[in-house]
Nanobody, 128 residues
């Protein structure tokens, strides 16, 4: 069964850090771009950061540039999102997604319809 599982979410104070992990089972990540998306209460889901299949190209939402870093380890079938200097507005459920389309990560981050597999999400709460 093809599956993506997120982990690493939790409660953190403003200014703190978390590292989210997205693990794939049932398939190899080698040929898939991976994206991190988030959905805050009452808001639409938005693309946070995306990385191409080889890790050579990345994309970040303006709101997280300079604070979040996406990386991947294909051998371990994992993709990570390091989140630093967290703000209350980063509070959301974070999802990872895998997609095999031959388009830029910028385009993939902007279009949910391009992704093939989704995880169940992990809650991130930034609060004092």
């Amino acid at each position: 069964q093809l599956q993506l599982v997120e982990s690493g979410g939790g409660l953190v104070q403003p200014g703190g850090s978390l590292r989210l992990s997205c693990a794939a089972s049932g398939f190899t990540l080698d040929y898939y771009a991976i994206g991190w998306f988030r959905q805050a209460p009452g808001k639409e889901r938005e693309g946070v950061s995306c990385i191409d299949s080889k890790g050579g190209s990345t994309n970040y939402a303006e709101s997280v540039k300079g604070r979040f870093t996406i990386s991947r380890d294909n051998a371990k079938r994992r993709v990570y999102l390091q989140m630093n200097s967290l703000k209350p507005e980063d509070t959301a459920v974070y999802y990872c997604a895998a997609g095999g389309r031959m388009v830029s990560v910028q385009d993939m981050c902007a279009r949910e319809s391009l992704w093939d597999y989704w995880g169940q999400g992990t809650q991130v709460t930034v609060s004092s």
